[in-house]
């Protein structure tokens, strides 16, 4: 598949704090891109998706930025929950429109 | 609705059994997919349906056969799995393919014994 990775696997982040996750790609043709969270038991939901044109984007909490120079991708979550507690995902889609890739997630903690 | 539903829940199937796997979304979709993931792993795509016929086959054995009986219904066969073949089976919907925003379900936690 294509290299959409993230840099560390695991987060653990105190309640109250802002948390980064990172993501880096390779390919770039590459169109689109959704973070997803994952829970225990439930399968990945939208968070926020940002296009290739643009360089930031913001959501209810959620910012995601994208540097094209560097090929990375970075989601932002402000005032961190212990809902936030999952797994996230990454995921390209490339230009080609029938290519998508998860990257190999993120496991965030929040630590009460 | 912006709910896309699996059955069952948990499926524990013998090498030698068939059984199927059943996904649905009414949202009027016309894009679905069968993910697999293992513990610890992204998903990883197996099947694309465009307007019910079948666009992506990402190279998956011919024991998982995927079916889409109308635009609402997706469904996967099960034949001879191995125990490998043990992991969470994702099901998807969105507007249309190519791929962008995805609706997940939860999933069907199948082990093979």
């Known amino acids: 598949g294509e290299s959409v990775g993230l840099h560390l696997p695991t987060l653990s982040v105190q309640e109250g704090d802002n948390s980064i996750i990172n993501c880096a790609y390779s390919?770039?043709?590459?169109?689109?891109f959704i973070w997803y969270k994952q829970e225990s038991g439930k399968g990945p939901q939208f968070i926020i998706d940002?296009?290739?044109?643009?360089d930031k984007r913001q959501g209810q909490r959620v910012t995601v930025l994208l540097n094209k120079t560097v090929k990375h991708l970075s989601l932002q979550i402000a005032a961190t929950q212990p809902g936030d507690s999952a797994v996230y995902f990454c995921?390209?889609?490339?230009?080609?429109?029938?290519?998508?890739?998860f990257g190999t997630g993120t496991s965030l903690t929040v630590i009460p | 609705d912006t709910e896309v539903t699996q059955t069952p829940k948990h499926l524990v199937m013998g090498m030698t059994n068939k059984k199927s796997l059943k996904c649905e979304q009414h949202?009027?979709?016309?894009?679905m997919y069968w993910y697999k993931q293992k513990a610890k792993k992204p998903p990883e795509l197996m099947f694309v349906?465009?307007?019910?016929?079948?666009?992506i086959n990402e190279s998956v054995p011919s024991r998982f056969s995927p079916e889409c009986p109308n635009s609402s219904l997706l469904n996967l066969h099960l034949h001879a799995l191995q125990p490998e073949d043990s992991a969470l089976y994702l099901c998807?919907?969105?507007?249309?393919?190519?791929?962008?925003?995805?609706?997940f379900g939860p999933g069907t936690r199948l082990t093979v014994t």
């Open positions: 998807a919907s969105s507007t249309r393919h190519p791929i962008y925003e995805q609706y």
């Open positions: 390919n770039s043709a590459s169109d689109y």
């Open positions: 940002i296009r290739s044109n643009m």
């Open positions: 995921a390209e889609i490339l230009n080609t429109g029938n290519q998508f890739y």
């Open positions: 949202m009027g979709h016309r894009a």
């Open positions: 349906y465009s307007y019910e016929k079948l666009s």
